[in-house]
């Protein structure tokens, strides 16, 4: 059964402060995704990790993929209020193409 | 980037009815994909939508609870049948090509 893990759940950090969510999926994609949702939104586009040691980079975020470990990271760096939401991240589930399997989602928020 | 629209993007239904949910793609796209979003969840797939065949549901959603129709390679309809409050949640479009990109989603509430 296909499985993505992300870790951790919920986040509440201090603004300029950093930290990393993990996460870890089960099937053999090559292709990881992350994705932000607003309350009440629906899901923006973040980052698409198409290879291993793939890193990509968008202000305060980065994100980087290792399909060996069949692991990805998100890296915060100097949190900031604008930043809180919840991250997804998301595989296919059959290939390049196919429909994504999503991981449980990380709520953060951050605080002055 | 494809532009996805939904329609409606929110109603109320009282259980025992049906609605139907309205997705178009400002481009032509080979799959698209119906996903529900239960109130402090993640995405769940319902189902992929290919144009010209049956639509491909997932393990708990059956044809009869949530028709689909994927007349042309920019629309798609999905069918919420029967409905009770546990079909209460948000339900997302979405088209894959290259990457994959979300409608603003139908926020349904079943009374």
């Known amino acids: 059964e296909l499985k993505v893990e992300q870790n951790p759940l919920f986040l509440s950090m201090q603004e300029g402060k950093n930290y990393t969510i993990y996460c870890n999926y089960s099937t053999t994609s090559d292709r990881l995704y992350w994705y932000r949702q607003d309350p009440g939104k629906s899901l923006e586009s973040l980052f698409v990790?198409?290879?291993?040691?793939a890193v990509k980079q968008e202000g305060r975020l980065m994100a980087s993929l290792d399909t060996k470990a069949r692991l990805s990271t998100l890296h915060i760096t100097a949190a900031v209020h604008d930043l809180s939401a919840t991250y997804f991240c998301a595989v296919d589930t059959h290939g390049a193409g196919t429909a994504l399997i999503f991981g449980k989602g990380t709520t953060l928020s951050v605080s002055s | 980037s494809a532009v996805i629209s939904q329609k409606p993007s929110r109603d109320i239904c009282q259980r025992g009815t049906s609605l139907t949910i309205q997705c178009q793609v400002d481009s032509q796209v080979t799959m698209m994909f119906w996903y529900r979003q239960q109130p402090g969840q993640s995405l769940t797939l319902i189902a992929t939508?290919?144009?010209?065949?049956?639509?491909?549901?997932e393990s708990g959603f059956v044809i009869d609870k949530f028709p689909i129709s994927r007349p042309n390679l920019t629309f798609s309809t999905l069918t919420v049948s029967n409905m009770s409050p546990e079909d209460s949640s948000i339900y997302l479009c979405?088209?894959?090509?290259?990457?994959?990109?979300f409608g603003p989603g139908t926020r349904l509430t079943v009374l």
């Open positions: 939508a290919n144009q010209g065949s049956e639509a491909t549901y």
């Open positions: 990790l198409l290879s291993n040691g």
């Open positions: 979405s088209s894959q090509e290259g990457e994959q990109f």
